[in-house]
């Protein structure tokens, strides 16, 4: 709570200023007009495919994970595979061989013969799974080859690629998604439910973040690309694990939508410190600091806060918290509920310095929520995935769902424009930073439709 009370102060006096209204001053990043016969795509429906023809571009530290995954689910056919890495390809498609499953066409050799894979005229969905330089642009191509299109996070690192990627399913009517597998945790999906039945109230604050060392695993990425990418960028690299099961519990575009940021960061230690022991290169410009914090403010006055860290020796924290007008959850370090007067002590609560008078509710009670309001998703599939894996199971209600959706022809949980409100805050909180952690507006991706639906619905 005292975390809280000190960010929202820190953002209200940068808001403030020296005597001025600091809004004023706030850096604009206007909506482009949308190009003349473009609609948007909220709530797209495409025709149903009852066997999804699946090629996957990207073999390194993700992409042979959702082949295996995508492997456990009826109606898929893996047609193509793609990576520079001979290997990488080789390894995969001999894992499919060894289960039983014809082998897949193979893409190797250097970092265009992604091209030749979105041609191919068999292939329903593109899976990317690349450094995340690439992603955006084999997306857009790949949807005017007429295929639908699933990017790993973050999908874009430009508010150019944001764009692009939205114009490009708009015009092309096909799905853009963004593989946030946050989103389909158990926890996540289940206490979205619990917002969503109003158990918690108007969710008025959320706080999420990507706080994980990441010393073990830098020279895991092909190339050195994430660690070059923290080098030569400032900001929140990498956002959407915490702001995505966020913005869908607050009905982001959906009834409300972001306005503004504040990014405040740390000087840069952990990483050129990192590099120097394992290279010996003293690095003078290391652009991305070792914590960043950022606040954001919604139309409806609600907050939320969102942290980025993996440098320091800190336990892995996606943070994840609901504040809401009669409840709270919290995931990390512990996971807990709190609901308004439930939990609180009456005895405890008559000595107002007694701070902990209201307290997370019992375990016996907790579970019992968490099975009441399992989400209607989660039910029928929460066995599986936790058998096949991925994160502990999110990973395969991600794929899972994506394919369920594909082949009934429904609209996907999640959209281009949840694509773009996540991926914003790499470009956006970089230009609060290089200007004194100046406001900066988040447009409306949606052009004017954000309230035009009214909750998040994951549609069976």
């Not at 005292?2 to 929202?8: N, Q, W």
């Not at 109606?75 to 595979?81: K, M, Q, T």
């Not at 330089?133 to 690192?157: F, L, S």
């Not at 989103?183 to 959320?206: C, K, P, R, S, W």
Request: aromatic residues 8%.
């Amino acid at each position: 709570m005292k975390k809280i009370m000190f960010i929202c102060c820190f953002a209200a006096f940068l808001l403030w200023g020296s005597g001025f209204d600091a809004l004023s001053q706030m850096i604009m990043t206007p909506a482009p007009e949308r190009p003349a016969g473009q609609q948007d795509v909220l709530k797209l429906r495409c025709a149903p495919i009852p066997t999804v023809r699946v090629a996957f571009i990207g073999l390194g530290m993700r992409g042979p994970g959702a082949v295996s995954r995508m492997t456990n689910i009826d109606g898929v056919e893996i047609v193509a595979l793609c990576d520079v890495v001979e290997s990488n390809v080789k390894k995969v498609n001999k894992m499919l061989t060894d289960k039983g499953i014809h082998k897949a066409l193979e893409f190797y050799g250097d970092t265009n013969v992604w091209r030749k894979v979105t041609k191919l005229p068999n292939v329903d969905l593109i899976y990317i799974a690349t450094d995340w330089v690439h992603h955006a642009n084999i997306a857009i191509q790949a949807m005017k080859d007429g295929k639908h299109v699933a990017i790993e996070v973050p999908a874009a690192n430009s508010m150019q690629e944001i764009w692009d990627l939205i114009n490009t399913s708009e015009q092309t009517r096909k799905h853009c998604i963004q593989l946030e597998n946050c989103v389909y945790d158990f926890f996540e999906l289940t206490t979205l439910n619990m917002a969503q039945q109003g158990l918690l109230g108007d969710i008025i604050h959320g706080e999420g973040a990507y706080i994980h060392g990441l010393q073990p695993y830098w020279e895991q990425y092909w190339n050195n690309w994430r660690m070059n990418f923290n080098r030569t960028h400032r900001g929140d690299v990498y956002p959407t694990h915490g702001l995505g099961p966020i913005c869908l519990a607050m009905n982001i575009h959906r009834g409300d939508k972001l306005n503004y940021l504040v990014s405040m960061d740390t000087k840069a230690i952990g990483n050129p410190a990192f590099i120097k022991e394992k290279t010996g290169e003293e690095v003078k410009d290391f652009r991305n600091g070792d914590h960043t914090t950022t606040m954001i403010r919604t139309e409806k006055g609600y907050s939320i806060l969102i942290e980025h860290n993996v440098t320091s020796p800190r336990p892995y924290n996606r943070m994840y918290q609901l504040t809401g007008t009669k409840g709270f959850v919290n995931k990390y370090p512990v996971e807990g509920i709190a609901l308004d007067k439930a939990g609180i002590d009456p005895e405890l609560a008559k000595n107002h310095e007694n701070l902990t008078a209201h307290s997370f509710l019992p375990a016996d009670i907790q579970a019992a929520l968490m099975k009441q309001y399992t989400h209607p998703i989660a039910k029928d599939i929460e066995e599986k995935a936790k058998r096949v894996g991925g994160h502990g199971g999110m990973d395969f209600i991600m794929d899972y769902r994506l394919i369920y959706c594909l082949q009934r022809g429904l609209p996907l949980d999640m959209d281009v424009y949840d694509l773009a409100e996540w991926c914003c805050l790499v470009p956006l909180t970089e230009i609060s930073l290089d200007n004194n952690s100046a406001p900066v507006q988040i447009p409306d991706f949606t052009r004017g439709a954000w309230n035009r639906l009214s909750t998040v619905h994951f549609e069976q």
